[in-house]
C-alpha cells in the first residue's frame, strides 16, 4: 500500500503571505495526485488534479507542483477564505489521502 | 452543473445492514468511475470502493477494512452509484462521500452513517 506523508500538520500563516504544503508518497505515484480544500461542516472541494492541473473555477493563487514522490501545494498570496484543512490524495495505486493540514489566519 | 447527491444513512446497530445512494447529474455518469470515500475524526478521509465503466465490466475495488462486507455498484440508467454495507462496526461510523473519477473531481455533501447500540 502506499503511504502518504503530508506536511506541516497544522500552521498558522499571515494574509498575503506565500504558503507551501507537502506530500511525500512512500513510491513514485506518476503525478497521479490531487489536492482538496475542506472547511468545515463542508465536503472536500478538489483544487488540482494530475499534481499541478487547476480545477476550472479555482483561483490561480493555487497551485501545484512535484513529481515521483514529492509533491506540494502552493498558495501564492494567502487570502482569509483559504483557512481550513488540505488533503492530498495519491490515485496511482488505489487510493489513498494525507492526514492533512489544518491552515488557520495568524 | 456537476452535481452528486447521497442518501441513505442514519444509525444503525453493530452487525446491521445498510444501503447507500449517490444520484449524479450534469455530466454523462457512464463514462466516468465513481467511489465512495468515508470521512471520520478518527481515521480522517478514507477511500472505500471504486466501481469501474461497462467497458470494465463493471471491475471493482475495496479498502481491505470494507472488503467482503461492502459491495458497490451503479446503474448507468438512473446516473446512479450505491454502497451496500453489511455485518456493519462500530468503526464504519462516518460521513460517506461519493465522488467521481480517480482524481475525485466532485464530491457530494455526504450522508452520515452512525453504528451504535
Known amino acids: 500500500d502506499i503511504k502518504m506523508t503530508q506536511s506541516p500538520s497544522s500552521m498558522y500563516a499571515s494574509l498575503g503571505e506565500r504558503v507551501t504544503i507537502t506530500c511525500k508518497a512512500s513510491q513514485d505515484i506518476n503525478s497521479y495526485l490531487s489536492w482538496f480544500q475542506q472547511k468545515p461542516g463542508k465536503s472536500p472541494k478538489t483544487l488540482i488534479y494530475r499534481a499541478n492541473r487547476l480545477v476550472d473555477g479555482v483561483p490561480s493563487r493555487f497551485s501545484g507542483s512535484g513529481s515521483g514522490q514529492d509533491y506540494s501545494l502552493t498558495i501564492s498570496s494567502l487570502e482569509y477564505e483559504d483557512m481550513g484543512i488540505y488533503y492530498c490524495l495519491q490515485y496511482d495505486e488505489l487510493y489513498t489521502f494525507g492526514g492533512g493540514t489544518k491552515l488557520e489566519i495568524k | 452543473e456537476v452535481k452528486l447527491e447521497e442518501s441513505g444513512g442514519g444509525l444503525v446497530q453493530p452487525g446491521g445492514s445498510m444501503k447507500l445512494s449517490c444520484v449524479a447529474s450534469g455530466f454523462t455518469f457512464s463514462n466516468y468511475w465513481m467511489n465512495w470515500v468515508r470521512q471520520s475524526p478518527e481515521k480522517g478521509l478514507e477511500w472505500v470502493a471504486e466501481?469501474?465503466?461497462?467497458?470494465?465490466?463493471?471491475?471493482?475495488h475495496y479498502a481491505e477494512s470494507v472488503k467482503g462486507r461492502f459491495t458497490i455498484s451503479r446503474d448507468d440508467s438512473k446516473s446512479s452509484v450505491y454502497l451496500q454495507m453489511n455485518n456493519l462496526r462500530a468503526e464504519d461510523t462516518g460521513i460517506y462521500y461519493c465522488?467521481?473519477?480517480?482524481?475525485?473531481?466532485?464530491w457530494g455533501q455526504g450522508t452520515s452513517v452512525t453504528v451504535s447500540s
Open positions: 465522488t467521481r473519477y480517480d482524481a475525485m473531481d466532485y
Open positions: 466501481i469501474r465503466l461497462k467497458s470494465n465490466n463493471y471491475a471493482t
